[in-house]
């Protein structure tokens, strides 16, 4: 797989061992976020823990491997997407992925100079929502029939946001912020 850009900041590529230690980095600065809703993240101790995982996955013969990209904005890991559970005999996969979207918060405001960012989620996709919330987005409204789905249906989104001025990043963080955003 090549790269594929989404823009010229924003690119997904295929994983590799040396994409460790930077995967470790992201999983230990944000260890206790993570680690609400993903399990491996209590098993990652250290950097070496994280290219074992890349060799397992990378090991796999080609025709069973199953796909594993990391993100990158502006060149800095900001999280993993691929396959996983693969069924080839029955065809089908489940995506799995975990971003920092935090780290996404803070380039944006400190390097992209953003003022804004949004966030928008279907109505009733509790896991999606639960981002921005946890992270301090306001929740703006409503958009009525905001996106068309693929069953030529339309769905309402949740639109949140997040100024450059309520923008705490973690390590500076308090105990009634972190509480604030559950």
């Given at each position: 797989?090549?790269?594929i850009w989404f823009d010229e900041s924003i690119c997904l590529r295929a994983a590799k061992l040396?994409?460790?230690?930077?995967?470790?980095?992201?999983?230990?600065?944000?260890?206790?976020?993570?680690g609400r809703w993903l399990p491996f993240v209590a098993e990652t101790r250290t950097e070496n823990?994280?290219?074992?995982?890349?060799?397992?996955?990378?090991?796999?013969?080609?025709?069973?491997?199953?796909?594993?990209?990391?993100?990158?904005?502006?060149?800095?890991?900001?999280?993993?997407?691929?396959?996983?559970?693969?069924?080839?005999?029955?065809?089908?996969?489940?995506?799995?992925?975990?971003?920092?979207?935090?780290?996404?918060?803070?380039?944006?405001?400190?390097?992209?100079?953003?003022?804004?960012?949004?966030?928008?989620?279907?109505?009733?996709?509790?896991?999606?929502?639960?981002?921005?919330?946890?992270?301090?987005?306001?929740?703006?409204?409503?958009?009525?029939?905001?996106?068309?789905?693929?069953?030529?249906?339309?769905?309402?989104?949740?639109?949140?946001?997040?100024?450059?001025?309520?923008?705490?990043?973690r390590g500076k963080r308090t105990q009634y912020d972190e509480r604030r955003n559950e």
């Amino acid at each position: 797989m090549e790269k594929i850009w989404f823009d010229e900041s924003i690119c997904l590529r295929a994983a590799k061992l040396s994409d460790a230690p930077a995967m470790f980095r992201m999983i230990d600065t944000q260890r206790q976020y993570l680690g609400r809703w993903l399990p491996f993240v209590a098993e990652t101790r250290t950097e070496n823990d994280s290219y074992a995982y890349l060799q397992s996955v990378l090991s796999v013969p080609s025709e069973r491997r199953e796909l594993l990209c990391t993100i990158t904005a502006d060149g800095r890991f900001a999280g993993l997407v691929g396959f996983k559970d693969t069924d080839r005999a029955n065809r089908k996969t489940e995506i799995g992925y975990w971003l920092g979207v935090e780290a996404l918060c803070g380039l944006a405001f400190s390097e992209l100079d953003m003022n804004r960012i949004q966030i928008q989620c279907a109505v009733g996709n509790t896991k999606s929502s639960n981002i921005p919330r946890r992270l301090g987005f306001t929740l703006e409204g409503i958009a009525r029939a905001g996106e068309l789905q693929a069953d030529g249906r339309f769905s309402d989104i949740e639109v949140y946001s997040l100024l450059r001025e309520e923008y705490i990043p973690r390590g500076k963080r308090t105990q009634y912020d972190e509480r604030r955003n559950e």
